[in-house]
């Protein structure tokens, strides 16, 4: 039996050394056991799913699932749980998930990363000069840096659909009607139609809210709202055509999509949650956030969904230094300076667009591991989902899940501090010395 299991070893071993060298750059997609990238198979999985039972028990979501790569391997996948409470459809490794705000760094970064390394726009370009409806307003000098680390003072938030509607309930004149027409042609639920130049006054509040002082910290979505436009002014190519043909076909990330609907069956993507204030209905298939499907599904800070491998795909990329498949991307000193802290010095955690660790870690307010590398970078979507990759460690996390169902109340997966502590078994499982 140990002879037996020695070649079963020295045969994984050489499928592993031989995929290395034949796409060093090429996350496989294929799991591979843990200890051939120097981790612990048993920390690994018993960990992650004594985190899960607890979390599944407690209902932080109807169900789950958690990708490992190392050294640009897949070394862990696996799913939980069900689509929704009712217990009917089990969570498959190749469903679609809505992924919130990890939408920026998936969707808007990539875009303005080999925008800038075209020289189309710089970080320290003002919005004015890439964004010209914001020429003569108090956002005009607000630098792309200043913007992308959420330090330019803009607002957090603007709940948009709140002003389509009058005191007595009723929807206000050319904003929603329960039928489709020329007029009203953008599908935001099922029978709840939107006015074709309501997307207007979205940018229009935009442009005229307030905002505070610079270098202040606020994490904010609007900015994001303007990089599609930014991104089609620049490049010539509508925002979703730009990122397909740029990155995700060619990477083979080809579930990466706006407005899951039109791409997979419903019983393909997870739901999310039923909607009892706006929608009034269980929104599935189409975008969570309320901003992003009245600007018909697509915007530059909510609205990508997909599937787990194919996101690690674009993950892995980064970690790469910007390379994938033999093909450059992005500039390897551009990802660079995406992903390390801008404003340390002032506390602020930030990399450009991307998320990072605190710079004091604090277990209840961390989004990482305590063992986490100052390099790690990532994001967190509002749906219930996350990345983190850390260079330091050639290590890529992912999780997914729809804690938004039935109810965005729900906040276990918060209170139980369920991504973080995964996260944190990961780096237990990485053997010393590796």
């Known amino acids: 039996?140990?002879?037996?299991?020695?070649?079963?070893?020295?045969?994984?071993?050489?499928?592993?050394f031989s995929n290395l060298f034949a796409q060093a750059d090429t996350l496989s997609i294929c799991c591979m056991p843990s200890y051939l990238v120097g981790m612990n198979d048993s920390i690994l999985e018993n960990g992650i799913d004594e985190i899960m039972a607890e979390a599944l028990e407690a209902k932080a979501?109807?169900?789950?699932?958690?990708?490992?790569?190392?050294?640009?391997?897949?070394?862990?996948?696996?799913?939980?749980g069900f689509h929704t409470y009712d217990s009917i459809r089990k969570v498959q490794l190749e469903d679609v998930y809505d992924f919130a705000s990890i939408t920026k760094v998936s969707a808007s970064l990539p875009a303005i990363m080999k925008l800038v390394d075209d020289e189309k726009i710089n970080l320290e370009s003002p919005l004015k000069a890439?964004?010209?409806d914001f020429y003569k307003t108090n956002k005009e000098d607000m630098t792309l840096r200043r913007l992308l680390t959420h330090t330019a003072g803009l607002k957090a938030w603007i709940p948009f659909w709140r002003d389509t509607?009058?005191?007595?309930?009723?929807?206000?004149?050319?904003?929603?009607?329960?039928?489709?027409?020329?007029?009203?042609?953008?599908?935001?639920?099922?029978?709840?139609?939107?006015?074709?130049?309501?997307?207007?006054?979205?940018?229009?509040?935009?442009?005229?809210?307030?905002v505070s002082e610079e270098g202040r910290y606020v994490y904010s979505d609007m900015s994001f709202y303007l990089y599609p436009t930014v991104v089609e002014n620049l490049s010539g190519q509508p925002f979703e055509t730009f990122l397909k043909e740029n990155f995700y076909k060619k990477i083979g990330a080809n579930s990466l999509t706006f407005n899951a609907y039109q791409h997979f069956p419903l019983e393909k993507i997870i739901p999310t949650e039923r909607d009892t204030f706006f929608r009034m209905s269980q929104i599935h298939g189409k975008v969570h956030d309320e901003g992003a499907i009245m600007l018909g599904g697509i915007s530059g800070h909510a609205g990508l969904f997909g599937k787990a491998v194919d996101l690690a795909k674009l993950f892995q990329m980064y970690l790469n230094g910007g390379t994938y498949g033999g093909q450059r991307f992005i500039k390897e000193e551009t990802l660079k300076e995406f992903t390390r802290y801008q404003y340390p010095a002032q506390g602020i955690r930030r990399g450009i667009g991307f998320d990072k660790p605190l710079i004091e870690y604090h277990p209840q307010k961390s989004s990482t591991a305590k063992d986490a590398s100052p390099d790690t970078f990532g994001h967190s979507g509002y749906t219930g989902t996350l990345v983190w990759?850390?260079?330091?460690?050639?290590?890529?996390?992912?999780?997914?899940?729809?804690?938004?169902?039935?109810?965005?109340?729900?906040r276990a997966i918060y209170d139980l501090n369920i991504r973080p502590r995964i996260h944190q078994v990961i780096y237990d499982a990485i053997l010393e010395g590796n």
């Not at 037996?4 to 071993?13: A, D, E, G, I």
């Not at 992912?398 to 109340?409: D, E, G, K, M, T």
């Open 130 to 132: 890439f964004y010209p």
């Open 165 to 210: 509607k009058k005191k007595n309930g009723k929807w206000k004149r050319r904003t929603f009607k329960t039928k489709p027409s020329k007029r009203y042609p953008i599908p935001i639920a099922e029978n709840l139609y939107q006015h074709r130049n309501y997307q207007k006054k979205i940018f229009k509040a935009i442009k005229d809210s307030p």
């Open 61 to 80: 979501f109807p169900g789950a699932q958690v990708l490992v790569a190392r050294k640009g391997k897949l070394i862990y996948h696996k799913a939980w």
């Open 1 to 16: 039996m140990k002879l037996k299991n020695h070649l079963l070893r020295l045969l994984l071993l050489t499928i592993s």
């Open 389 to 410: 990759a850390d260079p330091k460690y050639d290590l890529l996390y992912i999780f997914l899940s729809n804690r938004v169902y039935p109810s965005r109340l729900s």
